[in-house]
Protein backbone atom coordinates (compact mmCIF):
# COMPACT_ATOMS: atom_id res chain seq x y z
CA UNK A 1 0.00 0.00 0.00
CA UNK A 2 2.84 2.07 0.68
CA UNK A 3 4.46 1.69 -2.79
CA UNK A 4 1.42 2.23 -4.13
CA UNK A 5 0.12 5.67 -2.32
CA UNK A 6 3.76 7.21 -3.58
CA UNK A 7 3.68 6.03 -7.35
CA UNK A 8 0.29 7.53 -7.54
CA UNK A 9 1.14 10.58 -5.60
CA UNK A 10 4.04 11.19 -8.07
CA UNK A 11 1.17 11.21 -11.17
CA UNK A 12 -0.37 14.32 -9.46
CA UNK A 13 -3.15 13.23 -6.98
CA UNK A 14 -4.08 13.68 -4.16
CA UNK A 15 -3.45 11.06 -1.61
CA UNK A 16 -4.78 9.92 2.15
CA UNK A 17 -4.76 6.78 3.92
CA UNK A 18 -5.22 5.47 7.50
CA UNK A 19 -3.70 2.77 9.75
CA UNK A 20 -4.03 1.01 12.61
CA UNK A 21 -0.93 2.13 14.16
CA UNK A 22 2.11 4.40 13.75
CA UNK A 23 5.13 2.50 12.59
CA UNK A 24 7.78 3.10 9.81
CA UNK A 25 5.82 2.85 6.74
CA UNK A 26 3.42 5.79 7.88
CA UNK A 27 6.41 7.46 8.92
CA UNK A 28 7.83 7.60 5.61
CA UNK A 29 4.57 8.08 4.07
CA UNK A 30 4.30 11.56 6.41
CA UNK A 31 7.83 12.35 5.36
CA UNK A 32 6.93 12.47 1.73
CA UNK A 33 3.98 14.48 1.96
CA UNK A 34 1.26 11.81 2.09
CA UNK A 35 -1.25 12.22 4.65
CA UNK A 36 -1.97 9.28 7.16
CA UNK A 37 -4.39 9.20 9.90
CA UNK A 38 -4.17 6.60 13.13
CA UNK A 39 -7.18 4.37 13.33
CA UNK A 40 -9.77 3.46 10.90
CA UNK A 41 -13.29 6.01 10.82
CA UNK A 42 -16.27 6.86 8.59
CA UNK A 43 -14.96 10.35 7.70
CA UNK A 44 -11.71 9.87 6.64
CA UNK A 45 -13.45 8.39 2.88
CA UNK A 46 -15.41 11.62 2.68
CA UNK A 47 -15.08 13.80 -0.59
CA UNK A 48 -12.24 10.74 -1.94
CA UNK A 49 -12.85 10.08 -5.66
CA UNK A 50 -12.06 6.21 -4.96
CA UNK A 51 -11.02 4.43 -2.28
CA UNK A 52 -8.41 1.34 -2.59
CA UNK A 53 -7.75 -0.87 0.33
CA UNK A 54 -5.81 -3.69 0.90
CA UNK A 55 -6.87 -7.02 1.06
CA UNK A 56 -6.58 -7.33 4.69
CA UNK A 57 -9.46 -4.75 5.03
CA UNK A 58 -12.33 -6.33 4.92
CA UNK A 59 -16.05 -5.24 3.82
CA UNK A 60 -17.03 -4.81 6.95
CA UNK A 61 -14.37 -2.14 7.83
CA UNK A 62 -16.25 1.68 8.60
CA UNK A 63 -14.07 3.15 5.59
CA UNK A 64 -15.10 0.44 3.30
CA UNK A 65 -18.68 0.15 4.21
CA UNK A 66 -18.89 4.49 4.23
CA UNK A 67 -17.64 4.82 0.80
CA UNK A 68 -20.03 2.19 -0.56
CA UNK A 69 -22.90 3.74 0.99
CA UNK A 70 -21.81 7.09 -0.43
CA UNK A 71 -21.65 5.86 -3.92
CA UNK A 72 -17.98 6.23 -3.67
CA UNK A 73 -15.87 3.08 -5.48
CA UNK A 74 -14.05 1.24 -3.80
CA UNK A 75 -10.90 -1.33 -5.55
CA UNK A 76 -8.17 -3.66 -4.19
CA UNK A 77 -4.79 -2.81 -4.35
CA UNK A 78 -4.31 -5.65 -7.26
CA UNK A 79 -6.60 -3.73 -9.32
CA UNK A 80 -5.01 -0.36 -8.81
CA UNK A 81 -1.64 -2.20 -9.97
CA UNK A 82 -3.29 -3.40 -12.77
CA UNK A 83 -4.15 -0.17 -13.72
CA UNK A 84 -0.52 1.62 -13.22
CA UNK A 85 0.83 -0.79 -15.32
CA UNK A 86 -1.33 -0.59 -18.25
CA UNK A 87 0.64 2.84 -18.78
CA UNK A 88 4.11 1.08 -19.01
CA UNK A 89 5.42 -0.12 -21.94
CA UNK A 90 6.73 -3.64 -20.45
CA UNK A 91 5.65 -5.03 -17.12
CA UNK A 92 8.09 -8.21 -15.97
CA UNK A 93 5.93 -10.37 -13.56
CA UNK A 94 7.15 -12.84 -11.52
CA UNK A 95 4.88 -15.45 -9.74
CA UNK A 96 4.99 -18.60 -8.40
CA UNK A 97 4.55 -20.73 -5.12
CA UNK A 98 7.87 -20.00 -3.73
CA UNK A 99 10.99 -17.77 -4.82
CA UNK A 100 8.71 -14.87 -6.64
CA UNK A 101 10.31 -11.96 -3.59
CA UNK A 102 14.28 -13.53 -4.10
CA UNK A 103 13.13 -13.75 -8.39
CA UNK A 104 11.67 -10.34 -8.04
CA UNK A 105 14.76 -8.56 -5.83
CA UNK A 106 17.04 -10.19 -8.88
CA UNK A 107 15.24 -8.65 -11.37
CA UNK A 108 14.81 -5.16 -10.08
CA UNK A 109 18.55 -5.64 -9.91
CA UNK A 110 19.47 -6.44 -13.38
CA UNK A 111 16.88 -3.76 -14.63
CA UNK A 112 18.17 -0.89 -12.28
CA UNK A 113 21.63 -2.12 -13.41
CA UNK A 114 20.85 -1.55 -17.09
CA UNK A 115 19.65 1.93 -16.80
CA UNK A 116 15.57 1.16 -17.08
CA UNK A 117 14.85 2.94 -13.87
CA UNK A 118 11.91 0.79 -13.27
CA UNK A 119 9.12 0.82 -10.99
CA UNK A 120 9.50 -1.91 -8.33
CA UNK A 121 7.17 -3.85 -6.13
CA UNK A 122 8.41 -6.64 -4.16
CA UNK A 123 6.77 -8.22 -1.22
CA UNK A 124 9.84 -7.92 0.99
CA UNK A 125 12.52 -5.22 2.06
CA UNK A 126 15.12 -5.18 -0.77
CA UNK A 127 18.59 -3.38 0.27
CA UNK A 128 19.45 -1.71 -2.99
CA UNK A 129 16.70 0.55 -2.48
CA UNK A 130 16.01 0.31 1.18
CA UNK A 131 12.18 -0.82 0.76
CA UNK A 132 10.05 -3.13 -0.83
CA UNK A 133 9.20 -0.32 -3.28
CA UNK A 134 11.08 1.81 -6.01
CA UNK A 135 9.36 4.44 -8.13
CA UNK A 136 10.74 5.12 -11.53
CA UNK A 137 10.66 7.00 -14.48
CA UNK A 138 11.34 4.47 -16.99
CA UNK A 139 9.01 2.43 -19.30
CA UNK A 140 8.86 -0.95 -17.18
CA UNK A 141 7.46 -1.69 -14.02
CA UNK A 142 8.76 -5.17 -12.27
CA UNK A 143 6.41 -6.41 -10.00
CA UNK A 144 5.97 -9.23 -7.15
CA UNK A 145 3.06 -11.09 -9.14
CA UNK A 146 0.81 -13.29 -5.46
CA UNK A 147 -2.43 -15.89 -6.55
CA UNK A 148 -3.85 -15.35 -3.34
CA UNK A 149 -7.20 -14.74 -3.87
CA UNK A 150 -6.21 -14.61 -7.59
CA UNK A 151 -4.74 -10.93 -7.19
CA UNK A 152 -2.69 -11.38 -9.82
CA UNK A 153 -5.38 -11.89 -12.36
CA UNK A 154 -5.65 -8.01 -12.28
CA UNK A 155 -1.94 -7.61 -13.52
CA UNK A 156 -1.31 -7.11 -17.70
CA UNK A 157 2.43 -8.78 -18.11
CA UNK A 158 4.08 -8.41 -20.93
CA UNK A 159 6.33 -10.93 -19.50
CA UNK A 160 5.36 -13.48 -17.22
CA UNK A 161 8.00 -15.77 -14.91
CA UNK A 162 6.23 -18.87 -13.51
CA UNK A 163 8.95 -19.81 -11.15
CA UNK A 164 6.60 -22.84 -9.93
CA UNK A 165 3.07 -24.51 -8.68
CA UNK A 166 2.16 -26.35 -5.74
CA UNK A 167 -0.72 -26.53 -3.41
CA UNK A 168 -0.49 -23.65 -1.00
CA UNK A 169 -3.27 -21.18 0.13
CA UNK A 170 -5.86 -23.93 0.21
CA UNK A 171 -7.94 -21.11 2.02
CA UNK A 172 -8.72 -19.81 -1.28
CA UNK A 173 -8.38 -22.25 -3.55
CA UNK A 174 -9.77 -25.86 -3.77
CA UNK A 175 -6.86 -27.84 -4.96
CA UNK A 176 -4.20 -28.05 -7.20
CA UNK A 177 -6.22 -28.32 -10.22
CA UNK A 178 -7.86 -24.67 -9.15
CA UNK A 179 -4.24 -23.22 -8.58
CA UNK A 180 -3.34 -24.56 -11.76
CA UNK A 181 -6.06 -22.49 -13.55
CA UNK A 182 -4.95 -19.44 -11.33
CA UNK A 183 -1.87 -19.68 -13.33
CA UNK A 184 -3.00 -20.28 -16.47
CA UNK A 185 -5.50 -17.34 -16.37
CA UNK A 186 -2.75 -15.11 -15.28
CA UNK A 187 -0.05 -16.53 -18.06
CA UNK A 188 -3.06 -15.98 -20.81
CA UNK A 189 -2.81 -12.22 -20.01
CA UNK A 190 0.29 -12.19 -21.54
CA UNK A 191 -0.12 -10.24 -25.28
CA UNK A 192 -0.17 -13.43 -27.38
CA UNK A 193 2.56 -12.25 -30.02
CA UNK A 194 4.64 -9.45 -28.30
CA UNK A 195 4.58 -10.92 -25.21
CA UNK A 196 6.45 -14.07 -22.79
CA UNK A 197 5.53 -16.49 -21.05
CA UNK A 198 8.75 -18.13 -18.61
CA UNK A 199 8.23 -21.33 -17.18
CA UNK A 200 10.96 -23.42 -14.50
CA UNK A 201 11.49 -26.34 -16.70
CA UNK A 202 12.33 -27.98 -13.21
CA UNK A 203 9.12 -27.88 -11.33
CA UNK A 204 6.22 -30.10 -12.84
CA UNK A 205 3.41 -27.66 -11.63
CA UNK A 206 4.51 -25.02 -14.02
CA UNK A 207 5.01 -27.37 -17.02
CA UNK A 208 1.35 -28.06 -17.01
CA UNK A 209 1.66 -24.59 -18.72
CA UNK A 210 3.75 -25.24 -21.30
CA UNK A 211 1.04 -26.28 -24.13
CA UNK A 212 -0.69 -22.47 -23.71
CA UNK A 213 -0.91 -20.67 -26.88
CA UNK A 214 2.07 -17.81 -25.72
CA UNK A 215 5.75 -17.42 -26.63
CA UNK A 216 6.72 -20.27 -24.09
CA UNK A 217 10.63 -20.06 -23.11
CA UNK A 218 11.72 -22.44 -20.25
CA UNK A 219 14.73 -22.51 -17.92
CA UNK A 220 16.16 -24.12 -15.51
CA UNK A 221 18.91 -26.75 -14.47
CA UNK A 222 17.59 -29.30 -17.24
CA UNK A 223 19.64 -29.55 -19.89
CA UNK A 224 16.53 -29.60 -21.88
CA UNK A 225 15.97 -25.66 -20.40
CA UNK A 226 15.82 -23.00 -22.73
CA UNK A 227 17.77 -20.61 -20.53
CA UNK A 228 19.98 -23.16 -18.39
CA UNK A 229 23.56 -22.78 -15.63
CA UNK A 230 26.21 -24.10 -18.19
CA UNK A 231 29.43 -25.07 -15.90
CA UNK A 232 27.44 -25.22 -12.71
CA UNK A 233 29.52 -25.22 -9.38
CA UNK A 234 28.54 -24.65 -6.08
CA UNK A 235 31.30 -22.70 -3.45
CA UNK A 236 30.65 -23.17 -0.16
CA UNK A 237 27.26 -23.47 -1.06
CA UNK A 238 27.04 -20.48 -3.57
CA UNK A 239 26.64 -21.13 -7.31
CA UNK A 240 28.84 -20.18 -9.87
CA UNK A 241 27.53 -20.58 -13.39
CA UNK A 242 27.27 -18.60 -17.44
CA UNK A 243 23.96 -18.12 -18.29
CA UNK A 244 23.42 -19.86 -21.42
CA UNK A 245 20.11 -18.68 -23.74
CA UNK A 246 19.21 -21.11 -26.96
CA UNK A 247 23.28 -23.42 -26.02
CA UNK A 248 24.44 -19.89 -26.27
CA UNK A 249 26.81 -17.77 -23.42
CA UNK A 250 24.40 -14.82 -22.16
CA UNK A 251 25.87 -13.63 -18.77
CA UNK A 252 28.61 -14.66 -16.27
CA UNK A 253 26.95 -15.21 -12.57
CA UNK A 254 28.57 -15.66 -9.30
CA UNK A 255 25.60 -15.85 -6.96
CA UNK A 256 25.79 -14.24 -2.82
CA UNK A 257 22.81 -16.43 -2.19
CA UNK A 258 23.05 -19.96 -1.41
CA UNK A 259 21.66 -23.00 -2.74
CA UNK A 260 19.83 -24.82 -5.78
CA UNK A 261 16.74 -22.97 -5.65
CA UNK A 262 18.48 -19.39 -5.49
CA UNK A 263 20.53 -20.75 -8.84
CA UNK A 264 16.60 -21.55 -10.74
CA UNK A 265 15.79 -17.93 -9.17
CA UNK A 266 18.43 -16.26 -11.01
CA UNK A 267 17.95 -18.30 -14.51
CA UNK A 268 14.19 -16.96 -14.11
CA UNK A 269 15.64 -13.53 -13.98
CA UNK A 270 18.15 -14.28 -16.35
CA UNK A 271 15.75 -15.30 -18.78
CA UNK A 272 13.16 -12.31 -17.95
CA UNK A 273 16.50 -9.86 -19.07
CA UNK A 274 16.72 -11.65 -22.11
CA UNK A 275 13.29 -10.99 -23.04
CA UNK A 276 13.41 -7.69 -22.41
CA UNK A 277 16.44 -7.49 -24.70
CA UNK A 278 19.01 -6.17 -21.46
CA UNK A 279 22.69 -7.20 -22.25
CA UNK A 280 24.41 -9.85 -20.48
CA UNK A 281 27.19 -7.56 -18.60
CA UNK A 282 23.76 -5.96 -16.84
CA UNK A 283 22.64 -9.13 -15.66
CA UNK A 284 26.23 -10.16 -14.45
CA UNK A 285 26.66 -7.16 -12.27
CA UNK A 286 23.15 -7.13 -11.23
CA UNK A 287 23.05 -10.83 -9.98
CA UNK A 288 26.41 -10.60 -9.06
CA UNK A 289 25.68 -7.69 -6.47
CA UNK A 290 22.28 -9.59 -5.34
CA UNK A 291 23.48 -10.55 -1.47
CA UNK A 292 19.49 -11.27 -0.51
CA UNK A 293 16.34 -9.58 0.19
CA UNK A 294 15.12 -8.98 3.96
CA UNK A 295 14.17 -11.97 5.83
CA UNK A 296 15.41 -14.47 2.92
CA UNK A 297 18.75 -16.33 4.67
CA UNK A 298 19.49 -13.07 6.27
CA UNK A 299 21.98 -12.95 8.73
CA UNK A 300 21.41 -12.20 11.89
CA UNK A 301 24.17 -12.36 13.92
CA UNK A 302 25.45 -14.73 16.58
CA UNK A 303 25.09 -16.38 19.83
CA UNK A 304 28.05 -18.07 21.72
CA UNK A 305 29.27 -18.49 18.37
CA UNK A 306 26.28 -20.03 16.62
CA UNK A 307 25.50 -18.41 13.34
CA UNK A 308 21.74 -17.11 13.59
CA UNK A 309 20.15 -16.69 9.81
CA UNK A 310 16.52 -15.50 9.71
CA UNK A 311 14.67 -16.98 6.47
CA UNK A 312 10.75 -16.34 5.36
CA UNK A 313 10.43 -19.98 4.20
CA UNK A 314 6.97 -21.16 5.29
CA UNK A 315 5.76 -23.84 2.74
CA UNK A 316 7.38 -27.19 3.08
CA UNK A 317 9.10 -27.17 -0.32
CA UNK A 318 10.57 -24.11 0.76
CA UNK A 319 11.91 -25.39 4.26
CA UNK A 320 13.40 -28.35 2.56
CA UNK A 321 15.50 -26.34 0.17
CA UNK A 322 16.67 -24.09 2.83
CA UNK A 323 17.49 -26.72 5.18
CA UNK A 324 19.43 -28.71 2.30
CA UNK A 325 21.16 -25.52 0.74
CA UNK A 326 21.75 -24.86 5.09
CA UNK A 327 23.72 -28.74 5.11
CA UNK A 328 25.88 -27.81 2.32
CA UNK A 329 27.82 -25.32 4.15
CA UNK A 330 29.60 -26.99 6.66
CA UNK A 331 27.33 -25.99 9.75
CA UNK A 332 28.28 -29.10 12.49
CA UNK A 333 24.59 -28.67 13.88
CA UNK A 334 21.14 -26.68 11.86
CA UNK A 335 18.69 -25.86 14.71
CA UNK A 336 15.67 -25.02 12.96
CA UNK A 337 13.52 -22.65 14.95
CA UNK A 338 9.72 -22.71 12.80
CA UNK A 339 6.99 -21.01 13.56
CA UNK A 340 3.99 -22.42 11.74
CA UNK A 341 1.93 -20.00 9.35
CA UNK A 342 -1.95 -20.13 8.93
CA UNK A 343 -4.25 -22.92 10.89
CA UNK A 344 -5.46 -24.19 6.85
CA UNK A 345 -1.89 -24.69 5.75
CA UNK A 346 -0.52 -26.32 8.85
CA UNK A 347 -3.61 -28.57 8.82
CA UNK A 348 -3.45 -29.36 5.13
CA UNK A 349 0.38 -30.33 4.46
CA UNK A 350 1.01 -31.38 8.25
CA UNK A 351 2.73 -34.48 6.85
CA UNK A 352 4.68 -32.71 4.50
CA UNK A 353 6.10 -30.30 7.11
CA UNK A 354 6.78 -33.46 9.47
CA UNK A 355 8.97 -34.48 6.52
CA UNK A 356 11.14 -31.39 5.19
CA UNK A 357 11.54 -30.09 9.11
CA UNK A 358 13.37 -33.96 9.42
CA UNK A 359 16.31 -32.12 7.61
CA UNK A 360 17.32 -30.37 10.79
CA UNK A 361 19.04 -31.44 13.78
CA UNK A 362 17.28 -30.00 16.01
CA UNK A 363 13.41 -28.08 15.50
CA UNK A 364 12.30 -25.71 18.45
CA UNK A 365 8.18 -25.05 17.67
CA UNK A 366 6.50 -21.87 18.46
CA UNK A 367 2.98 -21.72 18.19
CA UNK A 368 0.86 -21.50 15.09
CA UNK A 369 1.00 -17.86 13.64
CA UNK A 370 -2.68 -17.01 13.14
CA UNK A 371 -2.00 -14.19 10.64
CA UNK A 372 -5.65 -13.63 8.79
CA UNK A 373 -7.38 -16.63 10.00
CA UNK A 374 -9.17 -18.01 13.63
CA UNK A 375 -8.30 -21.09 14.70
CA UNK A 376 -11.16 -23.48 13.26
CA UNK A 377 -8.86 -26.84 12.78
CA UNK A 378 -8.29 -27.07 16.84
CA UNK A 379 -4.56 -27.86 15.29
CA UNK A 380 -1.76 -26.66 17.57
CA UNK A 381 2.53 -26.57 16.50
CA UNK A 382 2.30 -28.81 19.66
CA UNK A 383 0.68 -31.69 17.22
CA UNK A 384 3.98 -30.92 14.86
CA UNK A 385 6.12 -31.45 17.86
CA UNK A 386 4.33 -35.14 19.11
CA UNK A 387 5.64 -36.00 15.44
CA UNK A 388 8.80 -35.00 14.70
CA UNK A 389 11.24 -37.17 16.88
CA UNK A 390 12.97 -34.99 19.57
CA UNK A 391 11.39 -31.81 18.70
CA UNK A 392 10.17 -29.31 21.26
CA UNK A 393 7.50 -27.32 21.48
CA UNK A 394 6.96 -23.80 23.47
CA UNK A 395 4.19 -21.94 23.54
CA UNK A 396 6.25 -18.45 24.90
CA UNK A 397 8.94 -17.39 22.17
CA UNK A 398 11.03 -15.79 25.30
CA UNK A 399 11.04 -19.71 26.31
CA UNK A 400 12.55 -20.51 23.15
CA UNK A 401 15.21 -17.60 23.52
CA UNK A 402 16.21 -18.88 26.73
CA UNK A 403 16.50 -22.74 25.75
CA UNK A 404 18.75 -21.32 22.48
CA UNK A 405 21.15 -19.44 24.58
CA UNK A 406 21.65 -22.85 26.87
CA UNK A 407 22.32 -25.04 23.99
CA UNK A 408 23.72 -22.81 21.32
CA UNK A 409 27.84 -23.63 20.44
CA UNK A 410 29.99 -22.76 17.96
CA UNK A 411 29.61 -24.40 14.89
CA UNK A 412 25.72 -24.18 15.31
CA UNK A 413 23.53 -22.62 12.53
CA UNK A 414 20.07 -21.29 14.36
CA UNK A 415 17.58 -20.93 11.75
CA UNK A 416 14.71 -18.91 12.75
CA UNK A 417 11.81 -19.80 9.77
CA UNK A 418 8.44 -18.47 9.06
CA UNK A 419 6.32 -15.85 7.67
CA UNK A 420 5.04 -14.68 11.10
CA UNK A 421 7.08 -12.56 13.75
CA UNK A 422 9.38 -16.16 14.30
CA UNK A 423 12.34 -13.44 13.42
CA UNK A 424 12.06 -11.75 16.94
CA UNK A 425 13.90 -14.79 18.37
CA UNK A 426 16.95 -14.35 16.51
CA UNK A 427 17.31 -10.87 17.31
CA UNK A 428 16.39 -11.34 20.92
CA UNK A 429 19.60 -13.67 20.93
CA UNK A 430 22.03 -11.37 19.57
CA UNK A 431 21.15 -8.30 21.26
CA UNK A 432 20.90 -9.84 24.78
CA UNK A 433 24.22 -11.55 26.47
Not at 340 to 368: G, K, M, N, W, Y
Request: hydrophobic content about 45%.
Amino acid sequence: MCALAEVLATRGLTITGSDMQQGDTVSHLLSVGIAVSIGHEATHVIGADCVIRTAAAHDDNVEVAEARRLGIPVFERAQAWGYIMRDHANALCLAGTHGKTTATSMAAHITIEAGLDPTVMIGGTLPLIGAGHRVGAGPLIVMEACEYCNSFLNFSPTVAVILNIEEDHLDCFKDLDEIVDSFTQFALKVPEDSGHVLLCVDDEGAMRLKCLPRNILTFGLSPEADVRPDGLRFEQGYGRFTVAVQGRPYAEVKLSVPGRHNVINALGAAAAAWCLRINGEAVTRGLSAFSGAKRRFERVGYCSGALIVDDYAHHPTEIAATLKTARTMGFDRIICVFQPHTFTRTAALFDDFVLALREADLVLFSEIYAAREQNTTGLSAASLAEALPGALFFPDMDDIVAHLRTIAREGDLILTMGAGNIGSVGRKLVSVP
